[in-house]
């Protein structure tokens, strides 16, 4: 069947504008996920707990608890992620929002790394293992070596690219050359990269002296990140690094050649291979700048944030970042909005700890958002956005 | 059974595909419904089958309203659907198969000896030739069909729905087919024929309906005159064939010796080719479908992985190099099966107009695209080849199939050529379009370039061709001149090598229908 062409495709209404378009579906994936959320709180909170037994003799008592228990988490939610009006200076107040920012800087480089090897169409899992090689080499670099200033801080990002580029690339090489499936090639490599980075903190040239955790020394201050707002907030040079990088995501796809064969190879591979394009040589490559990105992003997290490198340096931000990668639908802008709602709802998490919210519910309403967000046509039901985009039939009957 | 279809509707989003057909299919009549691809017909058949739901009109059958809400509905009310594409399970018997769904049984065991007869009944009935135990993927294409056949007649349909039956006919099984639906119609089933063929329709409906562009724009009596036809499918007067002027050849561009091509299973697909296409000769590929054709194209074009033998263009040796150093070497390829083989139908038409050129000048360097020159490119393109598009920024694959095909033909066409090669130019292709498109080809083809057409209309393949290969098998059975008659190109499509097919011919004993293939005449 032919596909409508210019002349009988209507100019579709407002309402059926605002009905397609992804904001409100942003906006009310958070509403049904608080709500939702809201219900889970309650259940968890002792107070409302207690008003239920006696509902029916002082209702009053369990709507109050409730309505505390929802206001106080959800207020904690906000001053932990946003701003602490509750805090004695301006500057405490604000360093909750600069947190979340210095949080989600290296959660974002990783993410726009995810993001190159999705728009390829390759489904890369290796953040874990990319993340770790590229904050090891950049830690070795900056605590193992004695280099001038600028120079040091330069080489440790290189170390660190250079080697999360390695890791990546050699799921690419195998994919390229073998066949070999890049999913599980990754995984694999995760768990590679995980115990030589536990094997090598137990060696004399990672393991820091007269500590009795697993932890490398401090790298050296010529390469660490330097702060961008003074020593009483984290914030490092790696928020601007981070910009950069998703700079680079958007030259890389929109404009370079490069990576219109990566698209190509991702969408249609059998077109790219009859237009002359290299299906292995666009997955190798692929991979390579994947996984430099992400080991970018290693290297920052441990220059700028971590200052020396632990068993746990990766943490959850490798598999954090596939969902950033996801949400952000893959682009430059998205993945930065998505990498900030994602810190910011892993430092508000803990102020809603300190609120009597189990920290377990707490990953429960960031995978709820998550989860709304990612199903766009849910959201679109639940909320009768699609009422909105139905064509009106007397319109159309009278226009055919 | 009487068929009648009232004010059909049915809308795509804001694209209606059909719009308020009327529709009268008499008992014991064949119905031909021809019309473009992209007409509507297919639209309004599954409508029909229940695949669809119309967003308006109403379906009689024999006077009574009824309504589908599946195909099982429109199956137990007596219309059987032949497909396109069968939907037989190929490791399947023939029993099995036509019982597939309504599998009689015996208690709680299958009763197969039930299944058995009814196929036999039904195939000796007809004159079918078909064995109950043979295995459907054993089966050549033309009995494939005839299955499906019986399939629908053992569930007594009494409407017989046929889409696009001879698209993967030789001309030989079509005039099987031609007899067969003209024997139901004398049993009293009523047969909706749909095409795109004139000369099909000409030879066996009994009345014609034209749709275009979702509506019913006439009905014809099958004496009309092709171009009468034609005009009315298209909405404007097209030649239908043009004269084309001989072109001097010149030295031989491409010899092709000993070709051998194997799959990934083992298979010769392409079997020991050998041919040579002169500068200014446009050289014909003629077959049914899947007898090497495809595998030699792409043996040429470096997508084959296992090549035996030499293609040399001038003095380079093609096989072993790169698809990417053959389109280097001047080589344009316009692949059969464009939505998988040649088009990205979320990039751009812009991007797609530029995908095997993208990284060469003047639409960019190593390193970045020059979009302003890409966009100026695509701009003019779509002036020269008159691709209907909102804009060169829209997606390919929101354009019709036609105009898709004619980003594809421009690609190809827009660069200098030291060769052209083109699988199926036209599939899909309205008629008016099909003869700009010719037209292109024969203008590369009097600028001196060699070109490769390979198709499976024998009606392209003569109007193009200055010499015509016939393919069966893997092999080429011969190579004749272009004038060469239908029926001896149809003779060796199935098979017999140049001089049987004339001798039989000559002795003039084949042909059931001789002025069905006395025409030469458009696809």
Redesign the interface.
């Known amino acids: 069947?032919?596909?409508?062409?210019?002349e009988?495709?209507?100019t579709p209404t407002l309402a059926a504008r605002i009905g397609r378009s992804e904001i409100p579906v942003v906006i009310m994936a958070f509403v049904f996920a608080f709500l939702i959320s809201a219900v889970l709180i309650l259940i968890s909170n002792e107070d409302v707990r207690q008003s239920a037994t006696y509902l029916f003799a002082r209702p009053s008592d369990f709507f109050r608890a409730s309505w505390d228990a929802i206001v106080s988490a959800y207020d904690a939610l906000f001053r932990g992620a946003v701003y602490d009006y509750r805090a004695r200076t301006s500057t405490q107040a604000w360093n909750r929002l600069i947190e979340t920012l210095t949080v989600a800087t290296p959660l974002i480089i990783a993410a726009l790394g995810m993001a190159v090897g999705f728009r390829a169409g390759l489904f890369n899992i290796g953040g874990t293992g990319q993340l770790i090689v590229g904050s090891a080499a950049a830690a070795w670099v900056g605590f193992g070596l004695s280099l001038p200033p600028v120079i040091h801080l330069i080489a440790a990002l290189a170390a660190g690219i250079a080697a999360g580029g390695l890791w990546g690339g050699i799921a690419g090489f195998l994919k390229a050359r073998f066949d070999a499936n890049e999913v599980i090639t990754t995984i694999m490599l995760n768990w590679i990269a995980v115990n030589l980075l536990a094997w090598l903190l137990t060696t004399a040239a990672f393991r820091a002296p007269n500590v009795l955790t697993p932890q490398s020394p401090q790298v050296k201050a010529t390469a660490m990140l330097p702060r961008l707002l003074g020593d009483q907030f984290r914030l490092h040079l790696g928020f601007v690094i981070m910009l950069l990088a998703a700079l680079f995501l958007w030259?890389l796809m929109s404009?370079?050649?490069?990576g219109?064969?990566f698209?190509?190879v991702g969408?249609?591979p059998?077109?790219?291979?009859?237009?002359?394009?290299?299906v292995g040589t666009s997955s190798f490559l692929v991979m390579l700048i994947a996984g430099g990105l992400v080991g970018l992003g290693g290297a920052v997290n441990v220059l700028g944030t971590e200052h020396s490198l632990n068993d746990g340096i990766a943490g959850s931000i490798g598999f954090d970042a596939i969902t950033v990668a996801l949400l952000g639908r893959s682009g430059p802008v998205g993945i930065i909005l998505a990498g900030i709602l994602f810190a910011g709802l892993s430092t508000g998490g803990r102020y809603m700890e300190g609120q009597g919210v189990p920290i377990d519910l707490v990953a429960v309403i960031q995978a709820l958002v998550v989860l709304f967000i990612a199903a766009p046509p849910l959201v679109r039901r639940m909320s009768g956005l699609n009422l909105l985009t139905r064509?009106r039939r007397t319109a159309?009957a009278k226009e055919? | 059974m009487k068929l009648e279809l009232q004010g059909i509707t049915k809308r795509f989003g804001s694209f209606t595909a059909n719009d308020s057909i009327d529709l009268v299919v008499e008992p014991g009549e064949i119905h031909s419904l021809l019309g473009e691809n992209g007409a509507g017909k297919s639209t309004l058949m599954n409508v029909l089958y229940g695949l669809y739901q119309p967003d308006g009109g109403r379906i009689l059958l024999d006077g009574k309203p009824v309504s589908f809400s599946g195909p099982g509905d429109a199956m137990a009310a007596g219309i059987g659907m032949v497909h396109q594409h069968f939907m037989l399970v190929p490791v399947f018997t023939v029993a099995e198969n036509v019982a597939l769904g309504h599998e009689p049984t015996k208690g709680p065991m299958l009763d197969m000896a039930t299944a058995r007869a009814k196929v036999r009944e039904i195939s000796e009935r007809f004159g079918f030739d078909i064995n109950p135990d043979s295995v459907v993927e054993d089966l050549p294409v033309g009995a494939q069909q005839r299955v499906e056949i019986i399939k629908a007649l053992s569930r007594r349909a009494e409407v017989l729905v046929l889409d696009e039956p001879t698209a993967v006919l030789t001309p030989q099984e079509t005039d099987e087919l031609m007899q067969i639906m003209k024997q139901l119609r004398d049993e009293g089933t009523s047969i909706v024929f749909i095409t795109h063929k004139l000369r099909e329709v000409r030879a066996v409906a009994d009345r014609i309906t034209v749709i275009r562009r979702g509506r019913i724009v006439g009905t014809a009596d099958p004496s009309a005159e092709q171009s009468e036809l034609a005009n009315l499918m298209v909405g404007r007067s097209v030649a239908l064939q043009f004269d084309k002027e001989e072109a001097p050849t010149g030295e031989t561009a491409v010899s092709v010796r000993d070709l051998t091509v194997v799959d990934d299973a083992g298979l010769r697909t392409v079997d020991n080719v050998s041919f040579d296409v002169r500068e200014g000769e446009i050289l014909g590929i003629a077959g049914v479908q899947g007898n090497g054709q495809t595998e030699l194209t792409e043996a040429i074009m470096g997508l084959q992985k296992n090549v035996w033998g030499s293609i040399r263009l001038g003095s380079t040796e093609l096989v072993g190099r790169s698809t990417k150093q053959v389109l280097d070497a001047g080589v344009g390829f316009v692949p059969e099966d464009r939505t998988h083989d040649a088009l990205i139908s979320s990039f751009s038409v812009a991007e797609n107009l530029v995908l095997d050129q993208h990284n060469r000048r003047p639409f960019g360097s190593a390193l970045s695209l020059r979009l302003p020159r890409i966009r100026k490119h695509a701009q003019e393109q779509v002036e020269e080849f008159d691709i209907r598009t909102s804009g060169t920024d829209s997606p390919v694959g929101s354009l019709s199939g036609g105009n898709q095909q004619k980003v594809v033909m421009s690609r190809a066409l827009s660069r200098d050529l030291s060769l052209f090669i083109a699988a199926q130019p036209t599939r899909g292709v309205d008629v008016g379009s099909i003869e700009f498109l010719h037209r292109r080809i024969i203008a590369a083809r009097s600028e001196g370039t060699p070109v490769i057409i390979v198709s499976t209309e024998l009606d392209e393949i003569s109007q193009l061709s200055d010499r015509i290969a016939v393919m069966y098998r893997g092999r080429i059975l011969g190579i004749v001149p272009g004038d060469e008659s239908r029926e001896v190109l149809g003779l060796m499509m199935a098979g017999y090598t140049a001089e049987a097919a004339r001798a039989e011919v000559a002795s003039g004993s084949t042909l059931a229908n001789e002025e069905l293939a006395a025409e030469g005449d458009i696809a």
């Open positions: 069947m032919s596909a409508p062409t210019a009988n495709e209507n030259w404009r370079s050649t490069l219109f064969r698209r190509a969408e249609n059998r077109a790219a291979q009859v237009a002359g394009i290299s064509p159309a055919a």
